[in-house]
């Protein structure tokens, strides 16, 4: 199974050689990988090329974008830009971020997932963040959710889903598409990946009022916005992101932002979640 990895890159040469090692070392090696060097002013560009040259399934792309840091946006038209260098000669296609150490299984036992099940549309394991001296797991989302810095789709769920949403939310829709398309989503609670960056540290305050513009385009509908709303400021420990959070679904939605999904998708993500969360309750 051949798998190709894409890595958006931005000021990243404090920890790229520490993922790009972990790559390298793997059990069952990617047949390519991208680095998108995303209008870096630092040397991620000559870390990479120094990798390059040792390892020719190695490549540099250069991307000229806004410094400004918006969750989403940015980081995915990176990744299309890398993803457009690459050939349709694989499987499995992988977006990571560059600031994650492997275990050096970690694909090997991805790849096993997706061959034990040709339903299986999207793989991945869980971040864990350094915390006084341990290592915890990042807990920012329910366990069944893969996180945006480690996802990987077999080929034929990711152009069902028409590959990834350049706005904050393509992290969450994609699963959900993965759904209405009766493709399976597989979390590996084995497989530990040391996340270096705490998520969303270079966001800026423009990006506090994304996450409710991103509920709304997701289709979710008022209510299901505040529950969604009220968790993830509870679990981020910021219980005032919630006023943010509404804001931002108000602001879409009286401005009509298009929604990522047609309105088929928005329905049926509106009933996957209410059942979801009467799971929860009941």
């Known amino acids: 199974m051949n798998y190709y990895i894409v890595i958006p890159a931005h000021n990243e040469e404090e920890f790229i ?26 040397n991620t560009a000559e870390i990479v090329l120094a990798f390059a040259k040792d390892n020719p399934f190695i490549t540099l792309v250069e991307k000229k974008s806004s ?61 864990y963040i350094e915390k006084n001296g341990e290592w915890i797991l990042e807990n920012l989302t329910d366990k069944d959710h893969i996180r945006g810095a480690l996802k990987a789709y077999r080929k034929k769920a990711f152009e069902q889903m028409g590959g990834l949403k350049p706005q904050m ?18 979390t590996d609670e084995s497989l530990h990946v040391k996340h270096l960056k705490p998520t969303g540290a270079n966001y800026n305050k423009t990006a506090r009022y994304k996450q409710g513009e991103a509920f709304y385009t997701l289709g979710y509908g008022f209510w299901i916005t505040s529950i969604a709303s009220a968790k993830l400021s509870f679990m981020k420990k910021k219980p005032l992101l919630f006023f943010d ?6 602001k879409a939605k009286s401005e009509k932002k298009p929604l990522m999904v047609t309105q088929e998708q928005a329905k049926f993500i509106r009933s996957y979640r209410l059942k979801k969360m009467k799971e929860k309750l009941f």
């Not at 520490?18 to 870096?40: A, F, G, M, R, Y």
């Not at 993803?83 to 790849?111: C, G, M, Q, R």
């Not at 699963?175 to 009766?182: D, I, M, P, S």
């Open 17 to 42: 050689s520490l993922t790009l090692e972990s790559l390298i070392s793997q059990t069952h090696l990617p047949k390519k990988i991208v680095i998108v060097n995303d209008n870096s002013t630092d």
């Open 169 to 186: 939310g393509w992290d969450t829709v994609d699963e959900l598409l993965c759904k209405f398309y009766n493709w399976k989503v597989v």
């Open 245 to 250: 959070y509404i804001q931002g679904f108000l």
């Open 67 to 127: 410094a400004i840091h918006l969750p989403g946006s940015k980081v995915i038209q990176a990744f299309q830009k890398g993803f457009e260098s690459l050939d349709e000669d694989y499987d499995v296609i992988v977006k990571l971020d560059a600031d994650l150490i492997f275990p050096n299984n970690y694909f090997e036992t991805i790849t096993k997932h997706f061959n034990s099940d040709p339903t299986i549309g999207m793989v991945g394991g869980f971040c």
